[in-house]
Nanobody
């Protein structure tokens, strides 16, 4: 069984920054690719960023390229999402998830999900 716990969300003004963390249980963490998704009220869950098993390769949605950075620390079983220059349209619940695939932008390719952390960006 895998458990993912996100943290680091909150309320921030436009132009500000946040760093999300996703702590994973399970000895196989370093073999998984990881992804971040987000879901705004009334909308589908969309891909944000992904990172391969050793952190050597990353992938981003066009809407966040140049502003967000995904990284991981396999010694700590944790993946991060650094979010800079936040915009009101970034407001959503952010989820991390595990996958055996890379790259992978579809939710169907991810098997374990966290409970999400709320990010609210005020204008």
């Amino acid at each position: 069984q895998v458990q993912l716990v996100e943290s680091g969300g909150g309320l921030v003004q436009a132009g500000g920054s946040l760093r999300l963390s996703c702590a994973a249980s399970g000895r196989s963490f370093r073999t998984w690719s990881m992804g971040w998704f987000r879901q705004a009220p009334g909308k589908e869950r969309y891909f944000v960023a992904a990172i391969n098993w050793n952190g050597g390769s990353t992938d981003y949605a066009d809407s966040v390229k140049g502003r967000f950075t995904i990284s991981r620390d396999n010694a700590k079983n944790t993946v991060y999402l650094r979010m800079n220059t936040l915009k009101p349209e970034d407001t959503a619940v952010y989820y991390c998830a595990t996958t055996r695939f890379y790259p992978a932008t579809e939710t169907s390719k991810y098997n374990y999900w966290g409970q999400g952390t709320q990010v609210t960006v005020s204008s």
